[in-house]
């Protein structure tokens, strides 16, 4: 990979196929949340063979939860909405159709919002995920 922080869609499928590569930078999931990568953040996590799909799985709640959380000053609010709708529409995995039941609700009632579950990644690595 040759940048961390910019990393292709080829080098993050690459490094999400891989079973036995770490994340190559501290807190890495927040710089993918960052990168306009969603098709393939939703391609990614819905499939079953990817060994990293709890881990961009989180990425997806981590987007959603920190634009609720921030009050849709990082992400705009049409724009989450733009991605949960993408979602529906070609994605139906459960993984995903349950995260975008969980955001719609988050959307629905901001004041359910919870750090460990959104930004930490506990809905993607539960066990009903």
Known sequence: MKSATTPTAEELRTWAFDANTLEPIQDWDL???????????????????????????????????DAVRTEYRNRRRESVEDLLAKAEGRFPAFVIRKWVKRSRELLAHPERFSYDDWCAGGFAHASEA
């Open 31 to 65: 710089v993918l949340s960052w990168l306009a990568y969603e098709d393939l953040f939703l391609e990614l996590a819905s499939t079953k063979s990817c060994p990293k799909s709890d881990y961009i799985l989180s990425v997806l709640y981590l987007i959603v939860g």
